[in-house]
């Protein structure tokens, strides 16, 4: 198993602002994945984030909008700029430990920007 | 492009009756495919992983099978209560895919006292 903290857990910011959440992991791990869930909506991730090297994004998203750091192996950051009210959504942190292991979720992100 | 469908999207029954979850994939080419439970406004929890070589795994009142050559994926839960409301996702894992997790839509489940 695995243990995945986030902060905050949940924020309500005003538009145009930016919002970064940060993740933390319990042991070193190489993957770690950025999702979001938008509200009645199912989960779509966002970027993968590894350790010395750039993020990876998903198609319709990109970095200027979701800067992602990825400091050490236990910790990662995603900042969500410039809000509108669309970016309301669950962000969610996630690992796998081997390439094709188990997925393991932090408790998320609620954010609402009004 | 795998696309995962779940169905029901919606399932109310009353305590105590066994139930089940369908989850289909488009494309049969998948390292695993994964249950999660997820409470209203919460992080998603893992219930079952089944690997693409094997035919169902259980914990408890659960029961996960899967059929790759056909697409399909089930969550059985017995003797359901209350305490199983909640949504219920599937993700694959598709080799074609980078090893990226597709989820479904989730099924809402609300089991009645």
């Known amino acids: 198993s695995a243990v995945i903290s986030q902060k905050p857990s949940r924020d309500i910011c005003q538009r145009g602002t930016s919002l970064t959440i940060q993740c933390q992991v319990d042991s070193q791990v190489t993957m770690m994945f950025w999702y979001r869930q938008q509200p009645g909506q199912s989960l779509t991730l966002i970027a993968t984030a590894n350790q010395g090297s750039e993020a990876t994004y998903e198609s319709g998203f990109v970095i200027d909008k979701f800067p992602i750091s990825r400091p050490n192996l236990t910790f990662s950051t995603l900042t969500v700029s410039n809000m509108s009210p669309e970016d309301s959504s669950i962000y969610l942190c996630s690992l796998s430990r081997g390439g094709t292991d188990t997925q393991y979720f932090g408790p998320g992100t609620r954010l609402t920007v009004l | 492009k795998q696309e995962v469908t779940q169905i029901p999207a919606a399932l109310s029954v009353p305590e105590g009756e066994n139930l089940v979850l369908n989850c289909s994939f488009t494309d049969s080419a998948i390292y695993n495919l994964q249950w999660f439970r997820q409470d209203p406004g919460k992080g998603l929890t893992s219930l079952l992983l089944?690997?693409?070589?094997?035919r169902e795994q259980t914990s408890g009142r659960l029961n996960a099978s899967l059929d790759k050559s056909s697409g399909r994926s089930t969550l059985y839960i017995a003797a359901s209560q209350p305490g199983d409301s909640a949504t219920y996702l599937c993700?694959?894992?598709?080799?074609?895919?980078?090893?990226?997790?597709?989820f479904g839509g989730g099924t809402r489940l609300m089991v009645k006292p």
């Open positions: 993700a694959v894992r598709s080799s074609n895919a980078g090893n990226m997790l597709t």
């Open positions: 089944i690997q693409s070589s094997q």
